[in-house]
């Protein structure tokens, strides 16, 4: 029987010792794990200031572990910024989807696709 709890970052950590689950959930557990550190220490020092020991120490994951799924920091970024374009482009194709129709047919450029021009938006004055 697998045990499983809830870490800070907020994905599920497994608790050590045999646990039963197949290598491969394990290790995607893990790497989610290690994604969602990798956001917090960019947040909070930056990607030129992470390094590998603030994301294996939020993930509580080992050094090994880390390398067994990413080869170096930059791909363990460059995987995390990767998921977090996907959830941004997934969240505005479903804002998208739930539009007006009218606001679905405009097109980059400004223009409708009915070739009127589409209203500019209005930019804030910085007065209240």
Do not use: W
């Amino acid at each position: 029987m697998a045990f499983i709890y809830k870490t800070r970052t907020g994905t599920p950590r497994l608790r050590p010792g045999p646990n039963g689950l197949p290598r491969g959930q394990v290790t995607e557990i893990q790497r989610s794990r290690m994604l969602a550190a990798a956001v917090e220490a960019v947040d909070e020092v930056g990607y030129a200031r992470m390094t590998v020991a603030q994301v294996i120490s939020r993930a509580r994951v080992s050094r090994k572990t880390f390398y067994d799924v990413f080869p170096d920091r930059e791909h363990c970024f460059l995987e995390t910024y990767e998921e977090v374009l996907d959830r941004a482009r997934a969240l505005a194709g479903s804002g998208h989807e739930r539009r007006a129709p009218a606001a679905a047919l405009v097109v980059p450029g400004g223009v409708s696709a009915c070739g009127a021009p589409a209203r500019p938006r209005s930019r804030p004055t910085g007065r209240r």
